[in-house]
C-alpha cells in the first residue's frame, strides 16, 4: 500500500515539475522571438516590449519559486501525518540545519539576495530551506523506511473531530476573499505505549469509526528511526 502511495505522489510532484519546467521554456520562447518584432517599428517600441517580457519572465520565475516552496510545506504535513514523532523534533532539527547552511553558504546567498536587507534576506533563507529540508527529513525517513520492520498495531479511537477551513477565492487584482468552507475529518487514535496521533480520514471512513473503537494500522521504521504509517484510507 505505502509504495502505491509512494509511487502516485512522485508521479504528482514530477508533473508539477515538469509544468513548471515547460511554462519556463515557453516564457523564455515568446521573449526570444517576439521581442524581434518591434524592431521593424522603433528603438524605443523595442527597448519597452524587452522591459515587458523580462518583467514577466522574472514573474513567472517568482510565481514558480512561491510555488515550490508552498509545495515543500505541503508535503511536509502530509508526510508528518504519517510520521509518529513530535511537531517539535523535525522542526528543530530543520531550523539548525537552515542556520548551517546559511553560514556556510553566505557568499552565495549574498548575490541570490543582492541589494535586499540582509535581515529580510536571511529571513526568507529561513521560510524557503526550512520547508525544503522538512520536506527532506521526512520523506527520506518515510521512503526508505525498512521493509522487513513492518508490523500491525491496534488503536484507540479518542476522539472525532472536524475543522472547517474556507477556499480563497479571487474576486479581482490583488483582491481575493473568502470562499466556500470544506470539511477536514481527524481521528485522534491512542497507541498502546500511550502516544497519540490525529490521523487525517476521508468521510466514508470518518463516518464508519466510533469513538473507543479500534482501528488497525501498518506501521514500520523509517530511515531516521521514526515510525510510519504505511496504511492508506
Same mark, same amino acid.
Given at each position: 500500500?505505502?509504495?502505491?502511495?509512494?509511487?502516485?505522489?512522485?508521479?504528482?510532484?514530477?508533473?508539477?515539475?515538469?509544468?513548471?519546467?515547460?511554462?519556463?521554456?515557453?516564457?523564455?520562447?515568446?521573449?526570444?522571438?517576439?521581442?524581434?518584432?518591434?524592431?521593424?517599428?522603433?528603438?524605443?517600441?523595442?527597448?519597452?516590449?524587452?522591459?515587458?517580457?523580462?518583467?514577466?519572465?522574472?514573474?513567472?520565475?517568482?510565481?514558480?519559486?512561491?510555488?515550490?516552496?508552498?509545495?515543500?510545506?505541503?508535503?511536509?504535513?502530509?508526510?508528518?501525518?504519517?510520521?509518529?514523532?513530535?511537531?517539535?523534533?523535525?522542526?528543530?532539527?530543520?531550523?539548525?540545519?537552515?542556520?548551517?547552511?546559511?553560514?556556510?553558504?553566505?557568499?552565495?546567498?549574498?548575490?541570490?539576495?543582492?541589494?535586499?536587507?540582509?535581515? $529580510?534576506? *536571511?529571513?526568507?533563507?529561513?521560510?524557503?530551506? %526550512? #520547508?525544503?529540508?522538512?520536506? @527532506?527529513? !521526512?520523506?527520506?525517513?518515510? /521512503?526508505?523506511?525498512?521493509?522487513?520492520?513492518?508490523?500491525?498495531?491496534?488503536?484507540?479511537?479518542?476522539?472525532?473531530?472536524?475543522?472547517?477551513?474556507?477556499?480563497?477565492?479571487?474576486?479581482?487584482?490583488?483582491?481575493?476573499?473568502?470562499?466556500?468552507?470544506?470539511?477536514?475529518?481527524?481521528?485522534?487514535?491512542?497507541?498502546?505505549?500511550?502516544?497519540?496521533?490525529?490521523?487525517? $480520514?476521508? *468521510?466514508?471512513?470518518?463516518?464508519?469509526?466510533? %469513538? #473507543?473503537?479500534?482501528?488497525? @494500522?501498518? !506501521?514500520?521504521?523509517?530511515? /531516521?528511526?521514526?515510525?510510519?504509517?504505511?496504511?492508506?484510507?
Amino acid at each position: 500500500m505505502k509504495r502505491a502511495g509512494c509511487d502516485a505522489g512522485a508521479f504528482q510532484v514530477a508533473k508539477l515539475y515538469i509544468f513548471w519546467q515547460i511554462s519556463e521554456i515557453g516564457c523564455n520562447f515568446a521573449y526570444e522571438n517576439i521581442r524581434i518584432r518591434p524592431i521593424i517599428v522603433s528603438d524605443s517600441a523595442m527597448t519597452k516590449s524587452k522591459t515587458t517580457f523580462k518583467d514577466i519572465k522574472n514573474a513567472l520565475k517568482w510565481m514558480g519559486a512561491i510555488l515550490s516552496v508552498m509545495l515543500f510545506y505541503g508535503f511536509s504535513m502530509a508526510l508528518y501525518g504519517h510520521t509518529l514523532v513530535e511537531w517539535w523534533e523535525p522542526l528543530g532539527i530543520a531550523l539548525t540545519a537552515v542556520l548551517v547552511i546559511w553560514f556556510l553558504l553566505r557568499g552565495f546567498w549574498g548575490k541570490v539576495w543582492r541589494g535586499v536587507n540582509p535581515y $529580510v534576506a *536571511l529571513l526568507g533563507h529561513m521560510v524557503v530551506m %526550512t #520547508g525544503v529540508v522538512l520536506f @527532506l527529513i !521526512l520523506g527520506l525517513n518515510f /521512503w526508505f523506511a525498512d521493509d522487513t520492520t513492518l508490523h500491525t498495531e491496534e488503536v484507540t479511537v479518542e476522539k472525532r473531530l472536524q475543522e472547517k477551513h474556507y477556499h480563497t477565492q479571487r474576486v479581482g487584482r490583488n483582491r481575493y476573499r473568502r470562499g466556500n468552507p470544506y470539511y477536514k475529518y481527524i481521528l485522534r487514535v491512542r497507541f498502546d505505549n500511550g502516544r497519540l496521533k490525529e490521523i487525517e $480520514v476521508p *468521510l466514508k471512513r470518518y463516518n464508519r469509526t466510533r %469513538t #473507543g473503537g479500534k482501528m488497525t @494500522l501498518d !506501521l514500520e521504521t523509517g530511515l /531516521w528511526g521514526y515510525p510510519v504509517i504505511t496504511t492508506w484510507f
